[in-house]
């Protein structure tokens, strides 16, 4: 049986939850909101980094173990660390996730041209959640304000 190994970089510290009851409904919440996030790696219009992030919240208040388990995975990890660290998502991600939302979401409004309303529910929760993913800031990509040097 080989050891378990751990991530090349260190993982925040959680603090559980005093009360038992409120940990397993935290437990629950996030086991929900993995599923989610791991059903939107394979389903582009459903988005993986939000579900992501709240899952890790989520554990890192209920389970020490599930909490660990999650932040030393090798996919979800450094997102995980690098939200809690800094609170930024890294731009590469942020593109990929915005554009395969967008590809999805428009090929799932061509598709219910019957409903006009679920086309224009779609269409909010799409622009919405990609405004929200893209005002995040990303350290690995600067705002162009800041790349233009000081004003005059």
């Known amino acids: 049986m080989s050891e ?18 409120v940990r397993v409904v935290l437990w629950t919440l996030g ?4 599923l989610l996030g791991i059903i939107g790696v394979f389903l582009p219009g459903l988005p993986t980094t939000p579900f992501v ?6 554990y890192a208040r209920a389970s020490e173990p599930f909490y660990r388990w999650l932040v030393a995975n090798p996919t ?6 690098e939200w809690r660290r ?11 996730a915005v554009t ?12 219910l041209s019957a409903m006009p ?9 799409g622009l919405s959640t990609s405004v929200w993913l893209w005002r995040v800031p990303s ?8 790349r233009s040097g000081p004003r005059a």
């Open 76 to 81: 979800f990890g450094p997102l995980i660390i």
């Open 100 to 111: 395969l939302m967008s590809l999805t979401i428009c090929a799932s409004i061509w598709t």
């Open 31 to 34: 086991s929900l909101a993995l």
């Open 117 to 125: 309303w679920l086309q224009i529910l779609l269409a909010v929760i």
């Open 86 to 96: 800094h609170h930024s998502i890294p731009y590469r991600i942020k593109v990929i």
């Open 53 to 58: 992030l709240v899952a890790a919240a989520c």
């Open 4 to 21: 378990e190994q751990e991530p090349p970089y260190e993982i925040p510290e959680s603090e559980l939850h005093p009360s038992m009851l």
């Open 139 to 146: 350290r690995d990509r600067p705002d162009i304000a800041d």
